[in-house]
């Protein structure tokens, strides 16, 4: 919380918790994005500049805004990722669903060299019946430019866009098995996981997935990661593991294509694959129906940790 009964410092924050048999300890990542970009106070159609780092590599985009969209109340919206093309100008984005009320992104588009103006950010309808969309074209058909389509409402008077860059490893599956190095960014810090892939996985369309977060210690090869979450047809990650024995515990997995039940999944060991090192990572791709190609971009975090024992109610800790 911003505040709490012990703490009402501009600089601090407050932790409430409540000790169970199994919660006694948590962790908190607070992590900066150096390099990001807004395009504040949009009111009106308009067309803006596409940041540089979105060419050639994975780019996140947030939307604020201060309405109500389905289930999605006022504030930041979860992260849709783009990467576009600088000698084709087409794109790729994600995650490509309709979740509790909202359509998230397309999975691809060509900007500026088609006559079609394609959701980069779609976002649903506000309650008001406002719209805010980031599109790839329409105030504009540059292939260096996007364009935000805005209707207000008696909620819905603003819309803010935050566009970050992202420093990632990419690795391509085309192979049944794939034993990888598990990055370094990986070892002792939190990194970042998105999958991209060609296929339909439940509610989840082709193109990026929602993130996935990894951190493994050293001294034990120990990891945690997450969300250990279920959700439209695809379980994302396993919660936790130990690298380096024989349980193939899932890193980031990816539900089924249908009829013939396709999959990719990243492990962390696999015996079948003869991979049980605590510096590798196994990747296990069933190429069923739509399923032909995946993607792995493994991205590195400034990140600052707060471990703590959860044995009082407030607990104050700096604002980072």
């Known amino acids: 919380m911003d505040d709490g009964p012990n703490e009402n410092d501009p600089n601090l924050w407050s932790i409430e918790a409540k000790a169970s048999a199994t919660l006694t300890q948590a962790s908190l990542q607070v992590c900066s994005i150096p390099g990001i970009e807004t395009r504040p106070n949009i009111t009106e159609p308009t067309a803006i500049d596409m940041p540089e780092f979105c060419l050639d590599s994975m780019c996140m985009v947030l939307r604020f805004t201060f309405a109500t969209f389905g289930d999605f109340g006022p504030g930041l919206s979860l992260p849709v990722y783009y990467q576009q093309d600088s000698i084709t100008e087409s794109w790729i984005g994600g995650p490509f669903i309709s979740l509790m009320g909202i359509v998230l992104s397309a999975p691809y588009g060509n900007n500026g060299t088609d006559s079609s103006m394609t959701p980069i950010f779609e976002g649903g309808v506000a309650d008001g019946g406002g719209v805010a969309q980031l599109l790839d074209d329409g105030a504009e058909w540059s292939d260096s430019q996007w364009s935000v389509y805005f209707e207000g409402d008696d909620q819905l008077n603003m819309v803010y866009y935050f566009f970050a860059p992202m420093t990632c490893e990419r690795v391509d599956i085309s192979t049944t098995y794939t034993n990888m190095p598990r990055p370094t960014d990986c070892r002792d810090a ?35 990661g997450g969300p250990a979450l279920c959700i439209g047809g695809t379980c994302f990650s396993s919660g936790a593991g130990l690298n380096g024995d024989s349980s193939a515990e899932t890193i ?69």
């Open 252 to 320: 980031i997995g990816s539900g089924y294509t249908f009829p013939n039940e396709g999959y990719v999944i990243l492990r962390d060991d696999s015996v079948t694959a003869g991979e049980t090192m605590p510096n590798y990572w196994n990747i296990v791709m069933n190429a069923q129906d739509d399923l032909s190609a995946a993607s792995y971009y493994i991205c590195s975090n400034t990140c600052e940790e707060t471990v703590f024992l959860i044995n009082q109610h407030y607990l104050p800790i700096i604002d980072k």
């Open 190 to 224: 939190m990194c970042t996981i998105v999958r991209w892939t060609d296929a339909y996985f439940g509610a989840w369309g082709p193109g990026f997935s929602l993130p996935v977060h990894y951190i493994q210690r050293s001294s034990t090869n120990n990891w945690a």
